[in-house]
């Protein structure tokens, strides 16, 4: 059983930042990437970031140039620093791994909620 844990979320006005983790635990066989989705009321779950194993990232567009997505390996962690974060961007951001296996694990979401 893997558990992936985020935090870091919260209320921050427009413009400003936030820094999200998210702790792997559990049997984890191998990560193949771990990234960010993100579900906005009354909206489907979307990609936000992904980063592989060997460091490789890709972004939603909506984000590029204001988000960062990075990994400690060693601690089975992933980070998403957020920047210039716009009110578009409040939701419910979600944790996901995805072993080597091709198994996919999801934490149980933090809010973001961006003021105007």
């Known amino acids: 059983q893997v558990q992936l844990v985020e935090s870091g979320g919260g209320l921050v006005q427009a413009g400003g930042s936030l820094r999200l983790s998210c702790a792997a635990s559990?049997?984890?066989?191998?990560?193949?990437?771990m990234g960010w989705y993100r579900q906005a009321p009354g909206k489907q779950r979307e990609f936000v970031a992904l980063?592989?194993?060997?460091?490789?990232?890709n972004y939603a567009d909506s984000v590029k140039g204001r988000f960062t997505i990075s990994r400690d390996n060693a601690k089975n962690t992933v980070y998403l620093q957020m920047n210039s974060l716009k009110p578009g961007d409040t939701a419910v951001y979600y944790c996901?791994?995805?072993?080597?296996?091709?198994?996919?694990?999801w934490g149980q979401g933090t809010q973001v909620t961006v003021s105007s």
């Open positions: 996901n791994l995805v072993s080597t296996l091709g198994r996919v694990y």
């Open positions: 559990g049997s984890i066989s191998s990560v193949n990437a």
């Open positions: 980063i592989t194993s060997s460091g490789s990232t």
